[in-house]
């Protein structure tokens, strides 16, 4: 195994054995089976719902029955991104592990850290009957990189944990006690399609070399977003006086990570052609120097070939270049209550465009520190679409995660942490959305959310620090101890 050697040795190995099992979002079911095989495997009680989230339960170490129930909470599913040149299929390939120094990363994908090093964390404490601990509920989601649709349609009821630790965040140097709500919008422009007629060209335009990231929390660092560069660029097209139409668009990237690549089909006269180069070229020189520390590889190159016999009416061409150049996107405000000059108060992200038969699909992620902010990027959205004659409706919305700050288990981790090194963790909020709102929600319990360090989450170059992973099995086994009693 590629992984074998590494510390802690357990984790490692459930880490590895999650990687070689596909768990992209939606395609969960393999990876909750063999939870569910873990548990029989070691005698432990589990459900498994018709979601395919799994909850296991152990009970609590010799003399310390009486101890407070515990909650260690992760999520199954993964964010499958991958370099065009990797030949790769997330629904039944295995990730390709390498140790690079001190990381861990995949070749040419992502790597699948978030979640997985916090789920193979629980696993690994699960099976250790040396370790010391309260009784413990272990539950794992599906479709959190969804829209949180898991821990949304789990009943929760049953589950008595006063205590929940989640490990879906991504340094060791905070703890997590908050987080944004988060709601998707799809907005969707009917489509009357007609024949290309006097226009007799075909221009592909491609949008790429971005560096993209997690929507959430990198939107502070205001990278480029491809839909939007390419919605300037079709503007452009459009301020230069030239005529086209659309004939195709794509985006497939995932709704919670900021686009990196996206191309269109445009259909113009051939008499236009020097002019249409021209303006994108212009546009693109700009942006190119615009997102120079942001983006640095930006690319948009131009491939001209036949036009397609049918295009979009002149009237949808214009809505979708209108919407993707207004649509809400990137950082609205910064969060400043907590000195963390990295916190957004507010983002949404245009993940995905989507050309079905007789519609384009726009698809964005709202987040939101305040319940009444995201009402309000929700209400620009819709006026928007209301404007130009489309359609909009939302899912998924998630609770906020508000701030808790006479927390126990805090006071518990601070100790621990001190115990451990010496020094503690900063608390603060993050504007990732998590699935801690729920469980704060559904079951009263006191949540923290800790992790370890993961760089470039959401992208191919996802990696994630070993060091740091033993850090993260330290610190949950020592809040155990101490919740336990020992």
Not at 39 to 47: L, N, R, S, V
Not at 315 to 338: E, H, I, N, W
Request: net charge negative.
């Amino acid at each position: 195994m590629t992984l074998e050697g590494l510390e802690p040795r357990r984790v490692f190995y459930y880490f590895e054995t999650l990687s070689g099992i596909p768990r992209g979002s939606g395609n969960e079911k393999a990876a909750s089976d063999y939870l569910v095989e873990f548990a029989k495997k070691h005698g432990f009680p589990a459900e498994q719902d018709d979601s395919c989230n799994v909850i296991i339960c152990k009970s609590a170490s010799p003399g310390c029955e009486n101890a407070s129930v515990v909650m260690l909470q992760n999520h199954i599913d993964m964010v499958c991104e991958k370099i065009p040149e990797v030949e790769f299929d997330f629904e039944t390939d295995s990730l390709s592990l390498v140790v690079d120094g001190d990381v861990i990363r995949a070749n040419g994908t992502s790597l699948g850290a978030d979640n997985g090093i916090g789920l193979a964390v629980a696993l690994a404490i699960l099976e250790d009957d040396t370790l010391v601990h309260p009784p413990l509920e272990v539950v794992c989601t599906v479709g959190e990189e969804i829209g949180l649709v898991g821990a949304q349609a789990m009943d929760m009821s049953g589950l008595q944990a006063q205590y929940a630790i989640n490990s879906d965040s991504f340094t060791m140097e905070m703890v997590q006690t908050g987080c944004a709500g988060c709601v998707y919008t799809i907005a969707e422009l009917p489509l009357i399609w007609q024949d290309s007629g006097s226009l007799d060209t075909g221009m592909r335009i491609i949008v790429g070399g971005l560096v993209g990231g997690h929507s959430g929390l990198d939107t502070c660092r205001q990278r480029a977003n491809a839909n939007k560069l390419m919605g300037r660029i079709l503007d452009a097209l459009r301020s230069a006086g030239i005529t086209f139409a659309l004939a195709a668009y794509a985006c497939n990237n995932k709704d919670n990570a900021i686009a990196r690549d996206a191309e269109c089909t445009v259909v113009i006269s051939s008499r236009d052609k020097e002019a249409a180069q021209s303006a994108v070229d212009a546009i693109a020189t700009a942006i190119k120097r615009e997102h120079e520390a942001t983006d640095p590889d930006f690319t948009c190159k131009v491939h001209w070939g036949d036009a397609p016999q049918k295009v979009f009416s002149q009237s949808c061409t214009d809505k979708a270049v209108t919407y993707l150049m207004l649509v809400p996107d990137g950082m609205f405000q910064k969060d400043f209550r907590y000195g963390d000059p990295f916190l957004a108060e507010s983002s949404s992200n245009l993940g995905r465009v989507i050309l079905e038969s007789d519609k384009l699909v726009f698809r964005s992620m709202v987040r939101a520190n305040f319940e009444s902010r995201k009402s309000e990027v929700l209400r620009k959205m819709k006026l928007l679409t209301g404007l130009l004659g489309m359609s909009d409706r939302t899912a998924a919305n998630s609770p906020t995660w508000e701030f808790d700050p006479d927390s126990g288990l805090l006071t518990v981790l601070h100790e621990a942490c001190r115990e451990l090194s010496g020094k503690t963790m900063r608390a603060a909020i993050s504007h990732g959305t998590c699935e801690c709102g729920y469980i704060k929600e559904k079951t009263g319990a006191d949540v923290i959310s800790i992790g370890p360090e993961i760089r470039h989450l959401h992208s191919p170059r996802e990696e994630v620090d070993i060091r740091s992973v033993k850090a993260l099995y330290d610190i949950n086994v020592r809040i155990l101890e101490k919740l336990a009693g020992k």
